[in-house]
T-cell receptor
Framework: AQSVAQPEDQVNVAEGNPLTVKCTYS??????LFWYVQYPNRGLQFLLK??????LVKGSYGFEAEFNKSQTSFHLKKPSALVSDSALYFC????????????FGSGTRLQVQP | DTAVSQTPKYLVTQMGNDKSIKCEQN?????MYWYKQDSKKFLKIMFS???????INETVPNRFSPKSPDKAHLNLHINSLELGDSAVYFC??????????????FGQGTRLTVV
């Protein structure tokens, strides 16, 4: 069965500093990996995805993620954090066996301090 | 021009009642989902429909019944509501025909509170 782990419940970073939100996954077959962001009282917004090809994926709002097959990781990064980036971030995986639904991690709350 | 819309946004009801949440997507997607987000923000798939056909039915109580009248709609009916049903329910859709690499688009969520 596929699974996603986000080991940090919360990440705190100062505005202007780089940020990393960690994600590791477990799937059978090729992984299809996604990052979503959830602002308070809002739905999930798609940020970026990894399907194949370049291990560094660029997405919305200046976010990027690095796929590492040997470490089964897909960490979300941003070179310079903004206070407005403060939100709940979810990593998700869809395995290659035909199951269509995404399996989500437990979420990481990002707090960017001014 | 909301892509995935759910109604109502908030729902407060008493135990034992029956309620429905509606979802519509105008993206032309062929696959729709219901997810439940609990108080700890954990997201779990409940149901998935592809072209009006049920393809995923997780271990959800029989009191929950999805209904898909057409590809653009997936409604969730809940009978005999219990306190533990209180959560935020998200509808989502994606385009299956394009393969597994398509992202899902989510509605704003319905916050259900059972009192």
């Amino acid at each position: 069965a596929q699974s996603v782990a986000q080991p940090e419940d919360q990440v705190n970073v100062a505005e202007g500093n780089p940020l990393t939100v960690k994600c590791t996954y477990s799937v059978s077959g090729n992984p299809y990996l996604f990052w979503y962001v959830q602002y308070p009282n809002r739905g999930l917004q798609f940020l970026l995805k990894y399907i194949t090809g370049d291990n560094l994926v660029k997405g919305s709002y200046g976010f990027e993620a690095e796929f590492n097959k040997s470490q089964t990781s897909f960490h979300l990064k941003k070179p310079s954090a903004l206070v407005s980036d403060s939100a709940l971030y979810f990593c998700a995986v869809r395995d290659g066996t035909g199951r269509r639904a995404l399996t989500f991690g437990s979420g990481t709350r990002l707090q960017v301090q001014p | 021009d909301t892509a995935v819309s759910q109604t109502p946004k908030y729902l407060v009801t008493q135990m034992g009642n029956d309620k429905s949440i509606k979802c519509e997507q105008n993206l032309g997607h062929d696959t729709m989902y219901w997810y439940k987000q609990d108080s700890k923000k954990f997201l779990k798939i409940m149901f998935s429909y592809n072209n009006k056909e049920l393809i995923i039915n997780e271990t959800v109580p029989n009191r929950f019944s999805p209904k898909s009248p057409d590809k653009a709609h997936l409604n969730l009916h809940i009978n005999s509501l219990e306190l533990g049903d209180s959560a935020v329910y998200f509808c989502a859709s994606s385009r299956q025909g394009a393969g597994l690499n398509t992202e899902a688009f989510f509605g704003q969520g319905t916050r259900l509170t059972v009192v």
